[in-house]
């Protein structure tokens, strides 16, 4: 070897020592950051401020193209999260766990769904705890589902057909699209992971509204997908604001979800911004439309997101047979898009993901127009219902086009939630320090809501 290449070599492997030392006095440093938020109880996960620092980081021009050193960086920043999210003092045991699995999971948190009836009455030692935390249908499930779910039990020892065949095609003509459009999902939320799943890597981002479902959230998280987060406030009745949306697309962003109406906040586009971003969305990015509480809208210019698949080729639209239809237990949800994109999902969409039973039950509540009507109905009556008394009650609701209202308290709304479980009425506190979500429930249960909430106000 030559004195030059030597030399070479020794300079390379002096700056390989630095950025090592480096490393790990960033980690450390990192990880007293973590310690401090801890103290302050400020969230850790900051999407916006890793941004920042992906933007800091790629401003210096050298070798590396900026695309190269967001690539680098965002492993680095990755890997330290679990570092800083480890315990105090590591001892070689948790440093080996911390370690154990994948770290863009091993920093995520898990969904927490709203707290079972059964679970709340065990506690309490009670018989009639009222539910109305996770938006299902007080009327209970399609009575042609359930008769369907009846006939098809004795099939439960052969798998299902894997692509929800009958079930597609019934949705296909249902919607006007070819089969090869539709892809069926254990929920609306399998398909929305699949999404993030199929279409992003992680030096893409996506770009969802917060409040809003976490399904988002977690599906960038779980794949290392970059999140642009555009905040929604209450000075606007938390609703959509597109020129913020389209002001946050970049060359790296891959999906905007909307949600549609929102959860938690019951807000809706209306069809002139949602035409917006219909047509003003580069024609890169996809525009996944999650429209979950579809049956339940009523205001008069609610865009059918379904009707725009002919003038977008990336669109998809998300729905679900979990609310109108009552299937929640069942788990049925479905995909509109192009042939293209479908088939994309298809690829990684695991074998058998919705059952025999569920396919039965889905496409007999399809025609079950009496129970979606009724189900629409008792939830109009149950909204004003709430609407009326929580104003009463001095509690400001917010418009909804769904089947449940966004509440602000006025107060920290944990202690509230707490006070109303004592008193068997479980509801979600969510979307805001002071603030609640209120599913509709039948009218005795949307009374006794009421009733617990002015007796814990008072
Ligand atoms: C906006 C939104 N999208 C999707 C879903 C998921 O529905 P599914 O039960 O089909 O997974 C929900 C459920 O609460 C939701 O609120």
């Known amino acids: 070897m030559s004195d030059e290449l030597q030399a070479l070599r020794d300079q390379i492997d002096g700056i390989d020592d630095e950025i090592v030392r480096l490393l790990h006095a960033r980690a450390e440093v990192l990880h007293r950051l973590f310690m401090v938020k801890r103290a302050e109880d400020a969230p850790f996960a900051n999407p916006e401020r890793e941004r920042a620092v992906l933007d800091h980081v790629t401003r210096a021009r050298g070798a590396f193209p900026p695309a190269a050193m ?6 680095l920043l990755r890997l330290s999260a679990v570092v800083a999210e480890s ?22 948190k898990p969904y927490v769904p709203g707290k079972p009836v059964e679970v709340l009455e065990r506690e309490l030692g009670i018989k009639d705890a009222v539910k109305l935390a996770s938006n299902e249908n007080p009327l209970g499930a399609s009575p042609r589902a359930l008769a369907a779910v009846r006939e098809m039990l004795h099939t439960t020892h052969s798998y299902p057909e894997g692509s929800s065949y009958f079930l597609r095609q019934a949705l296909a003509a249902k919607h006007g699209v070819e089969m090869d459009q539709i892809i069926c999902g254990s929920g ?23 409040p809003s479902f976490v399904a988002y959230d977690l599906a ?12 929604l406030d209450d000075t606007n009745d938390f609703r959509y604001d597109v020129d913020a949306m389209l002001a946050r697309v970049t060359p790296r962003t891959k999906v905007l979800f909307l949600a549609n109406p929102n959860n938690p906040t019951g807000a809706y586009l209306g069809r002139t911004d949602f ?38 080729e990336r ?26 994109m479908i088939g994309f999902m298809q690829r990684v969409r695991p074998p058998f993901n919705v059952t025999s039973v569920a396919q039965a039950a889905a496409l007999a509540a399809i025609d079950d127009h009496e129970h979606v009507a009724r189900s629409r109905q008792l939830n109009l009556q149950g909204l004003a ?7 009463r009650l001095g509690v400001k609701t917010y418009p909804s086009q769904a089947n449940f209202v966004f509440v602000d308290l006025g107060r920290p709304s944990a202690p509230v939630y707490e006070a109303l479980l004592r008193k068997g009425v479980i509801v979600r506190p969510i979307g805001g320090p002071q603030h609640l979500r209120v599913s509709v429930g039948l009218p005795e249960e949307n009374e006794r809501f009421v009733r617990a909430l002015a007796e814990v106000l008072a």
Not at 220 to 231: S, T
Not at 385 to 391: A, P, T
């Open 70 to 75: 967001r690539a680098l960086y965002r492993e």
């Open 87 to 108: 315990s105090e003092e590591p001892s070689a045991d948790a440093v080996a766990l911390r370690w154990l699995c994948s770290p863009t999971i091993s920093v995520m």
């Open 188 to 210: 609306a939320y399998e398909l929305l992971e699949l999404c993030v799943r199929t279409f992003c890597v992680p030096e893409e981002e996506i770009i969802h509204a917060r």
């Open 220 to 231: 960038a998280q779980e794949h290392g997908v970059g999140e642009v987060v555009v905040p």
């Open 275 to 312: 035409e917006r971003l219909v047509f003003d969305l580069p024609p890169s990015v996809i525009l996944a439309v999650d429209e979950a509480y579809f049956e339940y809208t009523h205001a008069g210019d609610f865009p059918d997101s379904t009707r725009y698949h002919n003038a977008r």
């Open 315 to 340: 669109i998809l639209t998300f729905r679900t047979f979990s609310k109108v239809q009552g299937l929640a237990g069942l788990r049925v949800g479905y995909c509109i898009g192009s042939p293209t």
């Open 385 to 391: 219902y709430l609407h009326r008394e929580l104003k």
